[in-house]
């Protein structure tokens, strides 16, 4: 079983549209956890970290279910500009701040 | 604040060269660092990363190699290269200590195509 696994895509989406990413990770002692960007060929970015009582930033919400070792992302009124990779990252506990990247999930926007 | 520089932006190598990639992290000290390598469609691989200087761990058995000379400088070298060396290489900083919430930040990465 990968660490972090994620939904590949490609989404395909109607500007205007709320789409969920989903992803699951392994290792129940992960301490924190992040949605990266990615645009095709460039590096990737920090979109937001997640909180354990789940964080919104603008059109974006993180949650995160420790439970069910879950964490989603949820992007509301899609633009254009919001096509990207998005990646799933997670920081394994004691593992000197290495992170897991997911594969990541492929959202296209359309007009 | 913090700005991180890696060079080349690109490179095409000859199969059997040598290899040198170098990541710079100015604005901040002690920083974690990291190389990672994302080939066309996948996921990022994370191949080494530093606590500190002279500090390297390894993740992936392979003929690539990484060196911290300074605080703030994180080089990835090779003897010779192989075909399957081809990819998307990123170089990435966090803070050290502090939150455990440490995202990592990358470089513009190097497009190294191997011929």
């Known amino acids: 079983r990968k660490e972090v696994e994620q939904d590949p895509g490609p989404f395909n989406v109607p500007e205007g549209a709320t789409v969920a990413f989903n992803c699951t990770y392994s290792?129940?002692?992960?301490?924190?956890f992040f949605w990266y960007r990615q645009d095709c060929r460039k590096e990737p970015k920090l979109l937001m970290s997640v909180y354990s009582s789940g964080n919104e930033d603008g059109r974006f919400t993180a949650q995160l279910n420790r439970a069910s070792q879950y964490i989603s992302l949820l992007i509301r009124d899609s633009k254009l500009s919001d096509s990207a990779t998005y990646l799933c990252v997670v920081n394994p506990r004691n593992q000197g701040g290495k992170l897991i990247f997911g594969q990541g999930t492929e959202l296209s926007v359309k007009p | 604040s913090q700005t991180i520089h890696q060079w080349p932006a690109t490179l095409v190598q000859p199969v059997g060269s040598p290899l040198s990639l170098e990541c710079t992290v100015e604005?901040?000290?002690?920083?974690?660092l990291y190389w990672y390598r994302q080939a066309a469609g996948r996921g990022l691989q994370l191949l080494f990363y530093?606590?500190?200087?002279?500090?390297i761990s390894s993740e992936v058995p392979q003929n690539l190699s990484a060196s911290r000379p300074q605080d703030r400088q994180f080089i990835l070298s090779s003897k010779k290269l192989l075909l399957s060396d081809s990819g998307f290489y990123l170089c990435?900083?966090?803070?050290?200590?502090?939150?455990?919430?440490?995202?990592?930040?990358f470089g513009d990465g190097t497009r190294l195509s191997i011929l």
């Open positions: 604005g901040t000290s002690n920083p974690n």
């Open positions: 290792n129940s002692a992960s301490q924190s």
């Open positions: 990435a900083w966090s803070q050290t200590g502090g939150s455990i919430n440490q995202p990592q930040h």
């Open positions: 530093s606590v500190g200087i002279g500090q």
